[in-house]
């Protein structure tokens, strides 16, 4: 009578653990981090970048631009100079770049008329920007409108925290349902520079993707900011072998592995210094039977790389990393994959995962019956 009560008792156990994993998708989690064997710090190489107004060389287009609300009443308005303008409606606006405590301001007159009969903007509105930030709008700051919407802006003189840079953007201005208006501002241009090793030359294109003008999302750690790599055959670019990395990302070059160290404010100097590694290590079991899962297969991305590998008979995997940001995922056949989990591995460091696979036609509806 005793050991069939320890029989049920274990029976019971067994039901309520398959109960919760048939409830269970598959899944991966991070067991442990820790740091490993220090190694040699990699050396640093510097890049000198220069400004280039024109991308449409390198094949690069840019996304919708940032917005901002154009008003009739600013508080610097009675500051500024403005050319004597004849026009149907003033209005005014300030555009952050660089130093965030000077605007660039803009001001935009619109003639008579300039509304068509649908309601959208007409050609012949001028804008005026200060580009040099004396606070005076001169007649050479002065641009018309050529086509109904969008006017091109070349050599604005972009403030930093350290000296000035060149800026270039295109202006379109949208009159919005409710009546008011907006100026929408794209920039058109980058830095630029050459990176040479082992004999091979790439060519070097920092993107200010914030659209402020500083290239501080590094040090800032919002890594919005790309560089595109292009490589370079027999001098000409190679436009097939492109690839745009988040300036907090590692970047492959010549089958060697990168992480950037600095970003000067205006994006005139770049260092990059080669990557340090880590470790990836886990185990991949069977939700249902808690065994071993032999071969199942390990997707590993990065911007610059995917990996492929395999579990071993005892399921477990492990591959060496450069240090950076990836995307793991873990599928098999007759198991639900797991989603894509991400997971940032730092130089010196280990990361032990462990990962669960639940077997295709297993899965049940919550509080239904596991027989």
Same mark, same amino acid.
Request: hydrophobic fraction near 35%.
């Given at each position: 009578?005793?050991?069939?009560?320890?029989?049920? /008792?274990?029976?019971?156990?067994?039901?309520?653990?398959?109960?919760?994993? /048939?409830?269970?998708?598959?899944?991966?989690?991070?067991?442990?981090?820790?740091?490993?064997?220090?190694?040699?710090?990699?050396?640093?190489?510097?890049?000198?970048?220069?400004? #280039?107004?024109?991308?449409?060389?390198?094949?690069?287009?840019?996304?919708?631009?940032?917005?901002?609300?154009?008003?009739?009443?600013?508080?610097?308005?009675?500051?500024?100079?403005?050319?004597?303008?004849?026009?149907?409606?003033?209005?005014?606006?300030?555009?952050?770049?660089?130093?965030?405590?000077?605007?660039?301001?803009?001001?935009?007159?619109?003639?008579?008329?300039?509304?068509?009969?649908?309601?959208?903007?007409? *050609?012949?509105?001028?804008?005026?920007?200060?580009?040099?930030?004396?606070?005076?709008?001169?007649?050479?700051?002065?641009?018309?409108?050529?086509?109904?919407?969008?006017?091109?802006?070349?050599?604005?003189?972009?403030?930093?925290?350290?000296?000035?840079?060149?800026?270039?953007?295109?202006?379109?201005?949208?009159?919005?349902?409710?009546?008011?208006?907006?100026?929408?501002? #794209?920039?058109?241009?980058?830095?630029?520079?050459?990176?040479?090793?082992?004999?091979?030359?790439?060519?070097?294109?920092?993107?200010? *993707?914030?659209?402020?003008?500083?290239?501080?999302?590094?040090?800032?750690?919002?890594?919005?900011?790309?560089?595109?790599?292009?490589?370079?055959?027999?001098?000409?670019?190679? /436009?097939?072998?492109?690839?745009?990395?988040?300036?907090?990302?590692?970047?492959?070059?010549?089958?060697?592995? /990168?992480?950037?160290?600095?970003?000067?404010?205006?994006?005139?100097?770049?260092?990059?210094?080669?990557?340090?590694?880590?470790?990836?290590?886990?185990?991949?079991?069977?939700?249902?039977?808690?065994?071993?899962?032999?071969?199942?297969?390990?997707?590993?991305?990065?911007?610059?790389? #995917?990996?492929?590998?395999?579990?071993?008979?005892?399921?477990?995997?492990?591959?060496?990393?450069?240090?950076?940001?990836?995307?793991?995922?873990?599928?098999?056949?007759?198991?639900?994959? #797991?989603?894509?989990?991400?997971?940032?591995?730092?130089?010196?460091?280990?990361?032990?995962?462990?990962?669960?696979?639940?077997?295709?036609?297993?899965?049940?509806?919550?509080?239904?019956?596991?027989?």
């Amino acid at each position: 009578m005793k050991n069939l009560l320890i029989l049920l /008792f274990i029976l019971s156990v067994n039901f309520i653990l398959a109960r919760e994993n /048939f409830n269970k998708d598959s899944y991966i989690e991070i067991v442990k981090r820790e740091k490993i064997g220090k190694e040699k710090a990699g050396k640093e190489y510097t890049v000198n970048l220069k400004y #280039t107004p024109y991308l449409e060389k390198y094949r690069i287009f840019w996304h919708s631009g940032e917005i901002i609300y154009l008003k009739n009443d600013i508080q610097w308005k009675n500051k500024v100079k403005i050319p004597s303008e004849k026009s149907r409606l003033t209005l005014w606006g300030e555009i952050y770049l660089g130093n965030k405590g000077i605007p660039l301001k803009v001001v935009v007159f619109f003639p008579h008329g300039f509304l068509s009969k649908d309601g959208l903007l007409a *050609e012949g509105y001028k804008i005026y920007i200060d580009k040099d930030y004396d606070d005076v709008f001169e007649e050479k700051e002065g641009y018309i409108c050529k086509n109904p919407y969008k006017v091109m802006i070349d050599n604005i003189d972009v403030l930093y925290r350290k000296g000035r840079g060149k800026y270039r953007m295109s202006i379109q201005i949208l009159r919005q349902k409710g009546g008011y208006y907006t100026l929408s501002y #794209t920039r058109r241009c980058g830095m630029e520079g050459m990176f040479s090793i082992n004999g091979k030359k790439y060519s070097f294109v920092l993107l200010d *993707e914030g659209q402020n003008g500083l290239y501080n999302d590094f040090e800032k750690g919002y890594g919005q900011d790309k560089l595109v790599v292009i490589p370079l055959k027999e001098g000409i670019l190679d /436009f097939d072998g492109m690839k745009a990395y988040p300036v907090d990302g590692t970047i492959l070059l010549d089958n060697s592995f /990168f992480k950037i160290s600095y970003i000067s404010e205006d994006g005139s100097i770049l260092k990059l210094k080669k990557a340090g590694y880590g470790l990836i290590e886990g185990y991949v079991e069977d939700l249902i039977k808690s065994i071993p899962v032999e071969r199942a297969k390990i997707v590993i991305k990065s911007k610059a790389k #995917t990996y492929f590998l395999r579990t071993d008979r005892k399921g477990k995997f492990s591959i060496r990393l450069p240090e950076g940001n990836y995307r793991l995922a873990v599928l098999s056949d007759n198991y639900l994959p #797991t989603p894509y989990f991400d997971v940032e591995i730092g130089e010196n460091e280990k990361i032990i995962f462990k990962v669960g696979l639940l077997p295709l036609g297993k899965r049940i509806k919550k509080n239904e019956n596991v027989w």
